[in-house]
């Protein structure tokens, strides 16, 4: 295994992604997006072989699909049938980890994906709508991507809508405990962290190369817990750039994070 | 019992007010012959359910809609539905935002005549705070609360289907049948169109058969309307038409809105709005996407 000196922002965060799903064991990985999806493929592929995942349709894979158009002679690894009513059967059982981009991010680790601003009634911003963040937060292991770490996602005071649960106390429901909330890795531009601070407080878990704390403060809208020296986020190394190159043969991560900088900068 | 109609005659079975429950999810295999009907028609205040894509946003758009019951509404390759999002921000409908899951749940306490189902799924979020309609209850075996997740009663379900026999028999042959079995057992009638009709026979071979996911007896009427799903897609027969739903994001930018998109392609007919689109020929060969 040789660290790579040539890498991209993106490839960075991928490598750092996939280690959420190091430890899992056999679930279904979920990545929404391009360097989740790549992330979970990753981990597939190397850290974590036990791991499931499905082609993004209908069918459970025994190997990722790489992504985008593929060949026409391309014969995908199908295991299983996997529709989305199963997908739920799944969720439920708590044997899955997603790997989703929230549009905010509060203190709390809670998540929006539905509206900004304005009222139930009457947003002023109409986003997605919740999908599947209630019943994923509660009945899973999640991690959120985020690709441009700012205090507007990851915003001072409780989220606009709140569309999964987090470590807040004044929405515990009865009989539940907090620690039954389970965020594990938050991955952006800047570093990766966690809510493994006091009260579940957001941690630092990971500096990118050339960043630094106070970054990741002012581009924070509440504190986050930083304990002694941080680590740089670990370089990729050759043998996972391979893979990821393999595994995104149109270069669409090259498309995920603004103006595609370097891993390393110096 | 033959059970064929036209999008006519299922559209006049409808009424003002009704609850109705579409089949499919965002982009995928939605009756849009049949939603293209209702548009045609003067329906109005309805309460739609729907793994929303452009069924919801046109229905919107066109005021027929008085309530969403909705967990996305989207395009998946362009995320946000545009006429949707303008319904929203101006307030013009009513909303229950709930969780993807839990529209199955409430679909399946519909078809199986209980009030509700008990899930953990929406604790602690804004499906719940938001929705008062949506009750949180102590349970009799432990001590956590628990979501008791309404039945969502349909009066109708709209499906589009790859084939049926007469008798209402429907085969979805694309890799996914969505929550389409839980839509259709959840409705008082339930209305399918379909892209080929076949002779019962065809169902003889097990292999087509297992691709049937509800007895014919949840069948209230077929309707026989080859590219029926367009624009949205058809697997195996037909993907979603791109150019096409660029053209209908596009169009909510413009100023004649939803009806100058309405003008350029609704037509009078299924027929008219196939020649506006290009014809038949042309939305069998739409490539599947790739996910």
């Given at each position: 295994m040789?660290?790579?000196?040539?890498?991209?922002?993106?490839?960075l965060c991928?490598?750092?992604?996939?280690?959420?799903?190091?430890?899992?064991?056999?679930?279904?990985a979920?990545?929404i997006?391009?360097?989740?999806?790549?992330?979970?493929?990753?981990?597939?592929?190397?850290?974590?072989?036990?791991?499931?995942?499905?082609d993004?349709?209908?069918?459970?894979l025994?190997?990722p699909?790489?992504?985008?158009?593929?060949p026409?002679?391309f014969?995908?690894?199908?295991?299983?049938?996997m529709g989305?009513?199963?997908?739920?059967?799944?969720?439920?059982?708590g044997?899955?980890?997603?790997?989703l981009?929230?549009t905010?991010?509060?203190k709390?680790?809670?998540?929006?994906?539905s509206?900004?601003?304005?009222?139930?009634?009457?947003?002023?911003?109409?986003?997605?709508?919740a999908r599947?963040?209630?019943g994923?937060s509660?009945s899973?292991?999640n991690?959120f991507?985020?690709?441009?770490?700012n205090?507007?996602?990851f915003m001072d005071g409780?989220?606009?809508f709140?569309?999964s649960?987090?470590?807040?106390p004044?929405?515990?429901?009865?009989g539940?405990?907090l620690?039954?909330?389970?965020i594990?890795l938050?991955?952006?531009?800047l570093?990766?962290?966690?809510?493994?601070?006091?009260?579940?407080?957001i941690?630092?878990?990971?500096?990118?190369?050339?960043?630094?704390?106070?970054?990741?403060?002012?581009?924070?809208g509440y504190?986050?817990h930083?304990a002694?020296?941080v680590?740089?986020?670990e370089?990729?190394t050759r043998?996972?750039?391979?893979?990821?190159?393999?595994?995104?043969?149109?270069?669409?991560?090259?498309q995920?994070?603004?103006?595609?900088?370097p891993g390393?900068p110096? | 019992?033959?059970?064929?109609?036209?999008?006519?005659?299922?559209?006049?079975?409808l009424k003002?007010g009704?609850?109705?429950?579409?089949g499919?999810?965002?982009p995928?295999?939605?009756?849009?012959?049949?939603v293209?009907?209702?548009?045609?028609?003067s329906?109005?205040d309805?309460?739609?359910?729907?793994?929303g894509?452009?069924d919801v946003?046109?229905l919107?758009?066109?005021?027929?809609?008085?309530?969403?019951?909705?967990?996305?509404?989207?395009?998946d390759?362009?995320?946000l539905?545009p006429?949707?999002r303008?319904?929203?921000?101006?307030?013009?409908?009513?909303?229950?935002?709930?969780?993807?899951?839990?529209m199955?749940?409430g679909l399946?306490a519909?078809s199986?005549g209980i009030p509700?189902?008990?899930?953990?799924?929406?604790?602690g979020?804004?499906?719940?705070?938001?929705?008062?309609?949506i009750?949180?209850?102590?349970?009799?075996?432990?001590?956590?609360e628990?979501?008791?997740?309404?039945?969502?009663?349909?009066d109708?379900s709209l499906?589009?289907?790859?084939?049926a026999?007469?008798?209402?028999?429907?085969?979805?042959?694309g890799?996914?049948?969505?929550?389409?079995?839980?839509?259709?057992?959840?409705a008082t009638q339930t209305?399918?169109?379909c892209?080929?009709?076949?002779?019962?026979?065809?169902?003889?071979?097990?292999?087509q058969?297992?691709?049937?996911?509800w007895?014919?007896?949840v069948?209230?009427g077929v309707?026989?309307?080859?590219?029926?799903?367009?624009?949205?897609?058809?697997s195996?027969?037909?993907?979603?038409d791109?150019?096409?739903?660029k053209?209908?994001?596009?169009?909510a930018?413009?100023?004649?809105?939803?009806?100058?998109y309405?003008?350029?392609?609704l037509?009078?007919?299924?027929?008219?709005?196939?020649?506006?689109?290009?014809?038949?020929d042309?939305?069998?060969?739409?490539?599947?996407?790739?996910?």
């Open positions: 040789t660290a790579a000196t040539d890498y991209t922002l993106a490839e991928i490598v750092a992604a996939s280690k959420a799903f190091a430890d899992e064991g056999e679930v279904l979920t990545g997006g391009v360097i989740p999806r790549l992330a979970a493929s990753l981990a597939m592929k190397t850290c974590n072989t036990d791991l499931m995942m499905t993004s349709e209908a069918w459970m025994s190997e699909n790489p992504i985008g158009k593929r026409a002679d014969v995908p690894a199908i295991e299983s049938w989305f009513s199963r997908i739920f059967d799944n969720v439920w059982s044997k899955r980890h997603a790997m981009g929230p905010q991010i509060d709390y680790g809670q998540s929006n994906t509206a900004l601003g304005g009222t139930y009634e009457k947003p002023k911003t109409m986003m997605l709508g599947g963040f209630p994923n509660i899973h292991p991690s991507f985020v690709p441009e770490h205090s507007r996602v409780e989220c606009d709140v569309s649960i987090g470590y807040n004044a929405r515990l429901p009865k539940h405990k620690d039954d909330v389970d594990r938050v991955i952006t531009n570093c990766v962290m966690d809510f493994g601070g006091p009260d579940h407080q941690r630092l878990v990971s500096l990118h190369p050339g960043v630094t704390v106070e970054q990741v403060q002012e581009n924070t504190p986050v930083v002694g020296s680590p740089t986020t370089a990729p043998e996972q750039l391979d893979i990821i190159a393999a595994l995104d043969p149109h270069n669409q991560r090259a995920q994070i603004r103006d595609n900088p390393n110096t | 019992m033959n059970k064929q109609m036209t999008a006519a005659q299922v559209v006049a079975q003002d009704m609850t109705i429950g579409i499919g999810w965002g995928r295999r939605k009756p849009m012959a049949l293209r009907e209702i548009l045609r028609s329906l109005k309805l309460t739609i359910v729907s793994y894509g452009a946003g046109m919107c758009a066109a005021g027929r809609v008085k309530k969403v019951v909705f967990a996305f509404v989207s395009l390759f362009i995320p539905e006429y949707f303008q319904a929203r921000q101006s307030g013009a409908i009513e909303v229950m935002e709930i969780d993807e899951g839990m199955l749940l399946r519909a199986w509700f189902i008990p899930t953990e799924v929406g604790l979020t804004d499906v719940i705070n938001k929705n008062p309609d009750h949180v209850i102590d349970s009799p075996y432990d001590d956590k628990w979501v008791a997740m309404p039945a969502l009663q349909l109708v499906i589009h289907a790859d084939r026999d007469a008798r209402g028999v429907c085969q979805i042959a890799p996914d049948f969505y929550m389409d079995d839980w839509f259709a057992r959840a209305f399918v169109s892209d080929e009709l076949v002779a019962t026979e065809f169902f003889h071979d097990p292999t058969a297992r691709m049937v996911h007895e014919r007896s069948t209230t309707v026989h309307i080859p590219g029926g799903a367009h624009p949205s897609s058809c195996p027969l037909y993907g979603f791109v150019p096409h739903f053209a209908y994001v596009a169009s930018k413009d100023e004649a809105g939803i009806q100058g309405f003008d350029q392609y037509g009078a007919s299924e027929e008219e709005y196939q020649n506006n689109v290009g014809g038949l042309a939305i069998r060969t739409i490539e599947l996407p790739t996910y």
